[in-house]
């Protein structure tokens, strides 16, 4: 067979083994298809599948095809952290700062810290886990956020699952993710700071915000139909001068949208285009992480690592969101509900190791034993929560006008990304 013909079989596998295996088991109620994809990826890697068949997957996933695949994995992602940038909305944030302030920092620092302290672990159990480019630093603050993080785009879905999204509890759980998605792409700024290049970096952050006013000023003036073609040629600029910068070019893509103001576009037409980039390119991203794990330390030590960083990851957010609880005085069995969903990893935490391993401050293990941490705390999720909800009747108040609607004073106080650049609100 030739490439073309290889890329295809490829592709039918990428999609029709992780579907089938999703239908077939009926895991719909303990996992999203996304969690299936990146597990059905660690199981057709080099690591297990390739290892007992290693003639299956050097013609099957030949570097020809990976590199194709690689291809369309870099812009599903791209697309995808740009929308989430236009969606990012901090307006409701704003108005309820000091809960979401208590919230979030105690639900990000405390499995923060918790992680940082199993990545100390990790390094004086054996060698195989820090990247060959990292400071000791990089790895422990790399490893803690990857513990802290919430995957916001799945905490959705599960949150439509639970039938909660739209009511006060769920509007309340998105703030406080919205709040950490911010901290998320701060931090990782920080851990892809290059001293040597720290010049180059603080030029582009320059550029940028003088680029940022001249594209929102054209934006303005453009109908919305060409606001879709002009923001896909600003992403993929934003993304090109991040990554020449030696930041990232999923940190530019983040940039790219977060300054433009999602009243620009259609609310439907942007929840198809998210549909759409899950359902038809982003299983690519998926199955092709799965495809990167190593084993090189041993099965059983990644499997320990996974578990340790698991234990840091769900009790440090469970830990911290209850401290909250106790300083705002939640409900009974509020934190542990809010703790359980604020957990959820796979997404944006699977964007975020990818980076690290990237930039060669992880290796393959120490990414294949976050990969298993955040599939076993996403599929925990759903199972720990609903008995709980049911149980409390799940916040079943219809969402009040204060949840539905912005406060206009507080939304015209708003400090956001767009605003710091060209002076207005949105």
């Known amino acids: 067979m030739n490439s073309t013909d290889i890329f295809l079989v490829a592709m039918m596998i990428i999609f029709g083994a992780p579907y089938l295996i999703w239908r077939l088991a009926r895991l719909d109620y303990y996992a999203p298809l996304v969690v299936v994809q990146i597990l059905t990826g660690i199981v057709l890697g080099p690591g297990i599948l390739g290892a007992a068949f290693p003639h299956y997957y050097d013609t099957v996933f030949s570097g020809t095809v990976i590199q194709a695949l690689n291809g369309v994995a870099w812009w599903a992602v791209m697309l995808f952290v740009w929308i989430a940038g236009i969606e990012l909305d901090l307006a409701q944030v704003w108005a309820r700062r000091r809960e979401c302030g208590i919230t979030a920092s105690l639900a990000l620092g405390v499995p923060l810290v918790f992680g940082s302290i199993a990545a100390i672990m990790l390094l004086g159990w054996q060698g195989g886990w820090i990247g060959a480019a990292a ?26 699952k639970l039938a909660i999204l739209r009511l006060p509890l769920g509007q309340r759980i998105l703030r406080y993710a919205s709040l950490d998605d911010i901290a998320i792409w701060a931090v990782l700024a920080v851990i892809l700071l290059d001293w040597e290049r720290v010049g180059r970096q603080l030029l582009f952050l320059l550029l940028f915000v003088c680029a940022a006013w001249l594209f929102r000023r054209l934006m303005r003036r453009l109908a919305e139909s060409d606001r879709w073609y002009v923001g896909l040629i600003w992403l993929a600029a934003c993304g090109l001068a991040a990554d020449r910068a030696g930041l990232h070019y999923m940190v530019g893509a ?22 759409h980039v899950l359902l038809v390119v982003m299983p690519v991203f ?71 391993l990237d930039r060669h401050l992880i290796t393959a293990d120490t990414f294949t034993a976050l990969l298993l941490m955040a599939v076993v705390s996403t599929m925990l ?6 008995p709980r909800l049911r149980a409390s009747g799940g916040d079943r108040q219809p969402l009040s006008l204060d949840d539905a609607a912005r406060p206009a004073d507080e939304m015209n106080a708003l400090p956001n990304a767009a605003a710091l650049i060209d002076g207005t609100s949105t």
Do not use: Y
């Open 135 to 160: 400071a000791p630093w990089q790895f422990v603050l790399g490893v803690g956020m990857a513990c802290a993080v919430t995957a916001l785009p799945i905490l959705i879905l599960l949150m439509e």
């Open 254 to 275: 983040f940039l790219a949208g977060a300054v433009i103001d999602r009243e620009w576009f259609d609310q439907t037409r942007m929840d198809l285009l998210r549909h």
């Open 286 to 356: 998926f199955l092709s992480t799965g495809l990167r794990t190593g084993w090189s330390v041993g099965g059983a030590a990644v499997f320990v690592a996974a578990g340790l960083l698991l234990l840091a990851s769900v009790g440090g957010k469970l830990a911290g969101v209850h401290i909250a609880g106790r300083l705002l005085g939640w409900g009974r069995g509020e934190a542990w509900s809010i703790g359980w969903l604020l957990q959820t990893k796979a997404l944006i935490m699977i964007i975020f190791v990818n980076i690290l």
């Open 381 to 386: 999720t759903v199972p720990l929560v609903a």
